[in-house]
């Protein structure tokens, strides 16, 4: 009988943003999973702990930190070059830095955008060129980009996070075209509202309101759960996904109460 394969073991992975919340969550878990791990963050203080704990755990994969700022695309190489000179190679890369602000579309000035396109977009297309030139020089790989619901349907006050949002999706879709006789596969994961500190920040979410885990009626994810859907794109079980964006933004709750709490109604 056919069983399935969802491991990453002996895989290395770059992901991005992994100081905390969805990117920190990826990093461990793939490294759980026996995968080494190349993590970055604008300060080392804040990815440097993680590695660090990564790498007390027993039966896990290294971690490597790097102080990265992924708008910059010479540090971007040298992120890409600590890889391959500590790990030997780059088997996947997830595209997970990001981040947003809330303002009306009026309001956002000519530096708020270009920040939040940089960040989000830029950044992505500095990694995968970058990181990607390996993969096609080499035996190939595996991309996973985060864009985000809000890149799939109106999201009014974020414009700016929509549009390079929506524009990753678009992306990925592209490059699994041009790219699958390099034998890579790119593939995008498009979270809806996820517990994590940066949403915490934007919205004012207090922990309180948090459902656990183990509730399926709500709107609100953990990092995790996200963690789980890219492992299982970058392992041998998603062979046939290529160019695919996989939605998770859970059940909504039949009174929305959660949406009523946070304001986002």
């Known amino acids: 009988m056919h069983e399935p394969d969802f491991g990453v073991a002996g895989q290395t992975a770059i992901v991005t943003g992994a100081s905390q919340g969805i990117g920190r969550a990826i990093a461990e878990t793939l490294a759980a999973s026996g995968?080494?791990?190349?993590?970055?963050?604008?300060?080392?203080?804040?990815?440097?702990p993680v590695a660090e704990e990564i790498n007390a755990a027993e039966d896990a994969g290294e971690a490597l930190a790097?102080?990265?700022?992924?708008?910059?695309?010479?540090q971007v190489q040298d992120l890409v070059d600590r890889t391959v000179e500590v790990f030997g190679d780059i088997d996947a890369l997830v595209n997970n830095a990001g981040g947003e602000f809330v303002a009306p579309f009026e309001d956002i000035s000519e530096n708020g955008w270009n920040s939040i396109v940089d960040l989000n977009l830029n950044s992505t297309v500095h990694c995968t060129q970058l990181a990607g030139e390996?993969?096609?020089?080499?035996?190939?790989?595996?991309?996973?980009?985060?864009?985000?619901?809000?890149?799939?349907h109106p999201a009014p006050n974020e414009s700016h996070y929509g549009a390079s949002k929506a524009a990753i999706?678009?992306?990925?879709?592209?490059?699994?075209?041009?790219?699958?006789?390099?034998g890579i596969r790119v593939?995008?994961?498009?979270?809806?509202?996820?517990?994590?500190?940066?949403?915490?920040?934007?919205?004012?979410?207090?922990?309180e309101q948090m459902p656990d885990r183990?509730?399926?009626?709500?709107?609100?994810?953990?990092?995790?759960?996200?963690?789980?859907?890219?492992?299982?794109?970058?392992?041998?079980?998603?062979?046939?996904?290529?160019?695919?964006?996989?939605?998770?933004k859970g059940v909504p709750?039949?009174?929305?109460?959660?949406d009523v709490d946070l304001g986002l109604e």
Do not use: K, Y
């Not at 759960?225 to 964006?245: K, Y």
């Open 35 to 48: 995968a080494n791990v190349a993590i970055c963050s604008r300060s080392i203080d804040r990815v440097g």
């Open 66 to 74: 790097v102080e990265c700022n992924v708008r910059e695309r010479e």
């Open 169 to 182: 999706i678009r992306l990925t879709e592209t490059l699994a075209v041009e790219w699958a006789d390099d």
């Open 214 to 248: 183990e509730e399926t009626d709500r709107r609100i994810g953990h990092s995790e759960e996200i963690a789980d859907i890219v492992q299982f794109l970058l392992s041998p079980a998603a062979s046939f996904m290529n160019g695919e964006t996989v939605t998770a």
């Open 134 to 152: 390996v993969m096609r020089e080499g035996d190939g790989g595996v991309i996973v980009n985060l864009s985000s619901v809000n890149g799939q």
């Open 187 to 207: 593939n995008c994961v498009a979270p809806g509202l996820i517990q994590t500190p940066g949403v915490a920040e934007t919205l004012g979410i207090r922990s």
């Open 253 to 258: 709750r039949p009174d929305n109460s959660f």
